[in-house]
Structures are given as structure tokens and as C-alpha cells.
């Protein structure tokens, strides 16, 4: 059946919105499960009984890094589940897993073990819901709409962590335990599993674009294809350094702003900041993918060029800033443009690599940006002062400019 209308266009389905909504939600969740205990650390170690403050710490950083170790390890088996078992049943999966996982974790919330337990049921669910927003937009969506798809799955992920940033300490000092906490992200887990299963389809009846544009390579092809493009290559440099820098800022955000700012922020504002690099990513994400979806071209690299160079201003900013409302303008900057922008870098990295699978495109460039991540982070371990972290973060940033100075833009060949 011929999926074209009688002035050229190919039929896309309005279904697609409930799938990628669905889908959002997902993401939101598995993040909220990770940022749970982020701005809640003393109580958490405490309420699970540890007496020294290091042990505890340690206890409840642990179960972030779970998470980190489970994204660097399963996420070329998921892309290889994506190629096998297809969009539903894979993420699917991850959902459901999320689902169980947390309503464990709040049935039994008052044990640290039963937490540790759940916790490794997340990091196993995690890569499916995290490497796949490629799979939703490249199944779903007309490549004019494709990198606002793939920013949606994103922003979701920033919604979830604005979540457990915010709303665990909402509920707690609303009088609810820590384990009457969990138990209500549990519910919220099973019932987004509900939704997943019953709503999510894998693909419309007909593709949203010529039918040899919507067939993939094979899981070992993809991947070998993917690595001989120049381009595709250049886009994993730049994932992998952004991703790093982004996750070593935000482990290490209120060490390092605090001796910025000589003690001038305290830890409730550094809260704040997060929460706005964050939000403004959101915002950010939404504009910058919807401008470059209506680029007469649907362009990726010159608004992804743009907006980081904007974004390093913004890193900049929090080296000489001495007070809260100068770092909440860097906050705005690196939040929009840099944060913001990392969408269109995997819906490049996608074009780039076609037919390469979007699930393995997008799952190697997560893959390899939660690598930096740790390598970072042991890095950051060496140096003398957090200053001298954050110069180094920007010295990075600066760096992987150069490599997308270095791309050429690659777009779907069309027949």
C-alpha cells in the first residue's frame, strides 16, 4: 500500500503524539527512580541506620552509581534487544522492570538491601527507555518532526530528575516517611507500565516516509556501518565529551559552585541552579529542535554550532561569577543552548549513520557519553580544587567544538 497522498506528502498518524507521550512519561519516571535520594542523602543514610557519616554517604552514592554501571555495560546488549525483539517488546521490557522494581522498592522502602536489590532492577531497565527516543522518532515521525521527537525523550529525562530533585523533598516535608515516598513512585511506576503495555503500538500501519527510508541495517551491520562515517564518528566525540562534562558538573554541582562562589551560594541555591539548568534545558531542547525541524533543510549543525558556543559562554560565566545571580545567568545559558541542544546531536548522529538503526545510532552515543562520565569523574579526583575541575570542564567544551566545525551536514537520501 502506498503511503502518499495525492500532493506528494507521506501520511503520518496522529497516534504518534499518544506513543511519544506515553513514551516521555517512561523516561521521566526511570529518572525520577534515579534522582530519588539526590537531595535527600543525609536523611536517606540515616533512616536506613548507618551511624558514620562517610559509610552513608557512600551507601546511598552507591546506589547512583548503580545506575551509571548498568547504562555502561547493558547498553550495546539493549541495542542488540532493539534489533531482535523490536520497539514494544524491548522497551517494553524496561518499563515493565521499572514498574515492578519500584512498587518492590516501596513495599519494602525501610530496608536498604531491598533498595539496593530494586536499584539494580533500574540500572537493568534503564538503558531501554534512555537509548531508544531514536526508535520512537524514526518509527513514528517525518523527518521535519524528528528532531522535536527525539528532544521530547530528553526533556522528559530532565522533567524526572527536576522530580526527584524537588518533589521527594516536597513529600518528606510534607510529614510522609521515606518509605511511604517510595511507595507512591511505585505506584506511579506500575502505572506507567499499565499505559506502556496498553497504549504504545510498535510502528503506524505505514511509515511516515518513502518506504527504503524506513528500513534499517541489521544489529552487527549498523554498528559496522555506523563506525566507517566520518561523520557519525565526529558526532560520538562530541556526545561522549558533552554527556561527560554534563554528568561530572552535576555529580560534583555543589562542590564546585560553592568554591566559585567563595561560599557565597549555600546548598539550597546550588538546589536551585540545578533545577534551572535543567528546566531552561527543557525549554531550550523545544526550540532549538523545533527551529532546526522547520529549516527548509531541517539542518542540524549550524543551531547545534551556535548553541554551543552560546553554552560555553555559560560555563565561562561560572568561573568569574562570585554570586547567586550571576551563576543563574550561566545556569540560563548552559541550560538552553548546550543542554538544550543535545538533541539535534543525536538526530545527526541518526542521519549521519543511516540506515544504521536510530536505537544503535543514539544507544552508542549514550553508551559512550556515560563512559566519560566515570572516566571524568575519576579525572575530577585528581585535581587540586574544584576550580580547577570546571576550567578543565570548559577547556573540554571548547575541544569538542572543533569537531563539529569538522562535520559536514548528512541528511536522508531521498529518491
Avoid: H
Avoid at 521521566?28 to 536523611?43: D, G, P, Y
Avoid at 523545533?290 to 539542518?299: G, T
Avoid at 567544538?401 to 569538522?406: A, T, W
Amino acid at each position: 500500500m502506498k503511503n502518499i497522498d495525492s500532493e506528494g506528502a507521506y501520511r503520518v498518524y496522529s497516534y504518534r503524539w499518544v506513543v511519544l507521550a506515553i513514551y516521555g512519561l517512561s523516561t521521566a519516571v526511570i529518572q525520577l527512580m534515579w534522582t530519588t535520594f539526590f537531595s535527600i542523602t543525609t536523611q536517606a543514610w540515616q533512616y536506613y541506620g548507618f551511624t558514620d557519616a562517610q559509610e552513608g554517604e557512600n551507601a546511598i552514592s552507591l546506589l547512583s552509581i548503580i545506575f551509571m554501571a548498568g547504562m555502561i555495560v547493558l547498553s550495546i546488549p539493549v541495542m542488540a534487544a532493539f534489533e531482535k525483539y523490536g520497539f514494544k517488546k524491548a522497551v517494553g521490557f524496561g518499563v515493565v522492570l521499572t514498574g515492578i522494581c519500584a512498587i518492590v522498592r516501596g513495599v519494602f522502602g525501610d530496608s536498604y538491601t531491598a533498595v539496593l536489590v530494586a536499584t539494580v532492577g533500574f540500572a537493568v531497565a534503564q538503558p531501554f527507555l534512555l537509548n531508544s527516543p531514536g526508535l520512537v522518532a524514526g518509527k513514528w515521525f517525518p523527518e521535519n518532526e524528528r528532531a522535536t521527537a527525539n528532544s521530547v525523550g530528553l526533556l522528559c529525562s530532565y522533567v524526572g530528575m527536576c522530580l526527584g530533585l524537588l518533589l521527594t523533598l516536597v513529600m518528606l516535608d510534607a510529614g510522609m516517611t521515606i518509605k511511604g515516598m517510595l511507595t507512591a513512585y511505585g505506584v506511579l511506576g506500575i502505572v506507567t507500565a499499565v499505559l506502556f503495555v496498553a497504549f504504545v503500538k510498535e510502528k503506524p500501519p505505514t511509515p511516515p516516509c518513502a518506504e527504503e527510508d524506513a528500513v534499517r541495517d541489521d544489529f552487527k551491520s549498523g554498528i559496522k556501518g555506523a563506525m566507517k562515517k566520518k561523520d557519525f564518528v565526529l558526532a560520538l566525540i562530541v556526545f561522549f565529551c558533552m554527556f561527560g562534562v554534563f554528568n561530572t558538573f552535576f555529580t560534583m554541582i555543589e562542590p564546585i559552585l560553592r568554591e566559585l562562589s567563595g561560599d557565597a551560594v549555600d546548598s539550597t541555591q546550588v538546589g536551585i541552579l540545578g533545577v534551572v539548568i535543567l528546566v531552561s534545558g527543557i525549554i531550550g531542547s523545544v526550540i532549538i529542535s523545533m527551529v532546526s525541524d522547520k529549516d527548509r533543510l531541517q539542518r542540524r549543525l549550524p543551531y547545534a554550532i551556535g548553541a554551543n558556543v552560546i553554552g560555553t559562554v555559560g560555563l565561562v560565566i561560572f568561573i568569574f561569577a562570585g554570586n547567586f545571580t550571576m551563576m543563574l545567568i550561566a545556569s540560563l545559558l548552559y541550560g538552553i543552548f548546550i543542554v538544550g541542544a543535545a538533541p539535534l546531536t543525536l538526530t545527526f548522529a541518526a542521519e549521519a549513520s543511516f540506515p544504521t538503526s536510530e536505537g544503535t545510532s543514539e544507544g552508542l552515543l549514550m553508551w559512550a557519553g556515560n563512559v566519560a562520565g566515570v572516566i571524568f569523574l575519576g579525572a575530577a579526583s585528581l585535581f587540586g580544587s574544584n576550580k580547577a575541575v570546571m576550567i578543565a570542564l570548559v577547556a573540554v567544551t571548547v575541544l569538542y567544538l572543533i569537531p563539529m566545525f569538522m562535520a559536514k551536514e548528512t541528511k536522508l537520501q531521498k529518491k
